[in-house]
């Protein structure tokens, strides 16, 4: 026996490869892990720290925020599965099964599943980019791959409904079935985009796959970074990097902040603030004249928004920026950006509520907050695509209830049995694109035909649940307090 096969069973430890799989540990933050049960996962890479070997893993079908550098007794070596020798050589991401929306309904609530495409780890990513690409490219010269018989449909429904709304008696609605995806993704949606502050991304190097971000503090919060994000390697090493929550300039230790907060003139974000009601305020700033803030927030957001690369040319956007206002000034809350020209009817490019403020409504107040500029626009708009997990359940939520709240308040006219309605006036009023409230429609299994017509039914389970819900949202956009007047980018030639 040669001295390498003897030390591989003394010590097991050394066949751990990246790309095996093994059940690992998981750590015992939320309270869906305290049962310690140990989930499989994939090595995505190995190192060695102060004599200990560490190995960063990623949990089969639990999104990318939860992947984490482990210690050896954290990993079940008795069930190690190593990567087949074929699929060793071009990468080891491929092992990761292609995770559909779908398909992730059965992962648990705090880590739905994704709207990306296969992660790719391991050394060997540029086989793996190769055979992405070659995908990407059989699926551009085949445009009818994949989803469009949904779209067909879906699009022969808007054509056709000249909706009565009433009841048919008891018809069971379905609840809302969590994770199918609401607007199919056409091959051109996967294509990443080659501009924007954020872009879609495709298979980065298996560097952005790994979080290089500790801790940063903002403000009075700690906050645990979620993923990759492009801050200068020479910070990443510190346990934490120290962020002006006004500014958003970036210091090494809190004596360097303290520092810069005694200098930094702000107290609140650059732009112009045009709305505030009681504490909330929006600031609206121009990715091109506030270049160096803008690209410090898409940094920022960049930890917590996992399907984006970050791109450093800002000026094609706008950025929204939500603040709660006190004593010691405006606060970041969260920020959404948006695209001056959008030739798809985005109205948002990149959203996000910052995780000490996550599910209080803060995020759903800045989708309404896009709706609301859609229409002083006087236009429709989506999200950009592909959404994230949170992103799709924030939306639909949205959708939904913004809809049904224009349903329910429904009268019939004068004459008419029951109130009637048209999906093109859902869309005006509400700015929420065509295809967007057809899906919502579909999916909460409202849409009937009855008697020749399609009927929307709404029973008095989903109307009583849907007046519990708003009542609990009581923080609302008041569009009496904006004061804003859309530009028409088009027409200026410069942005
Ligand atoms: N698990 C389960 N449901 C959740 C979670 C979660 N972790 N977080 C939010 N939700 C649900 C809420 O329950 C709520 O639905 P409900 O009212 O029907 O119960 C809905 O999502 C919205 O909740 P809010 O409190 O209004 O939203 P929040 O302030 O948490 O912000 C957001 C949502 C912006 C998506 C936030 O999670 C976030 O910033 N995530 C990281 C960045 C991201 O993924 N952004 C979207 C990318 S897509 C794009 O940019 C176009
Ligand atoms: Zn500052």
Known sequence: MSEDSNSAILDPISNVTEGCRLPVLMSNGEDWRKSGHSTLAEVISIKDLENKRLFYVHYIDYNKRLDEWVEEDRLDLRKIQYPRRDLASSTTGLNTPKKTLTGATNSRPSSPGLTTPDPITGPSVLAALQQKQQKIKKRKLDPNE???????????????????????????????????????????????????SLATHSDDHAITRIK?????????????????????????????????????KYRKSRKCLERHLHKCPFKHPPGNEIYRKGSVSFFELDGRKNKLYAQNLCLLAKLFLDHKTLYYDTDPFLFYVMTECDMRGYHIVGYFSKEKESSEDYNVACILTLPPYQRKGYGKLLIEFSYELSKFEGKTGSPEKPLSDLGLLSYRSYWKQTILEILIALKPQE??????????????????????????????ELINYYR???ILTLNKELVDSHRKIMEKRKVRIDSKYLHWTPKDWAKRGKW
Do not use: H
Not at 421 to 441: A, G, W
């Open 415 to 444: 004459g008419q049995e029951k109130p009637q309605l048209t999906i093109n006036e859902i869309c005006e009023q509400t700015s929420i694109k065509k295809e967007d409230v057809i899906s919502t429609l579909t999916n909460l």
């Open 452 to 454: 020749g017509q399609y």
């Open 146 to 196: 994949e989803d469009d018989g949904r779209r067909a449909s879906i699009g022969s429904l808007g054509g056709s409904i000249g909706s009565s709304i009433g009841s048919l008696g008891e018809i069971e609605i379905a609840p809302l079935t969590p994770l199918t995806p609401l607007t199919p993704l056409t091959p051109q949606q996967n294509v990443p985009r080659q501009t924007g």
């Open 212 to 248: 290089n971000m500790k801790m940063i503090e903002l403000g009075k919060y700690r906050i645990k970074p979620w993923y990759f994000s492009p801050y200068p390697q020479e910070i990443t090493s510190l346990d934490c990097i120290y962020i002006c929550e006004f500014c958003l």
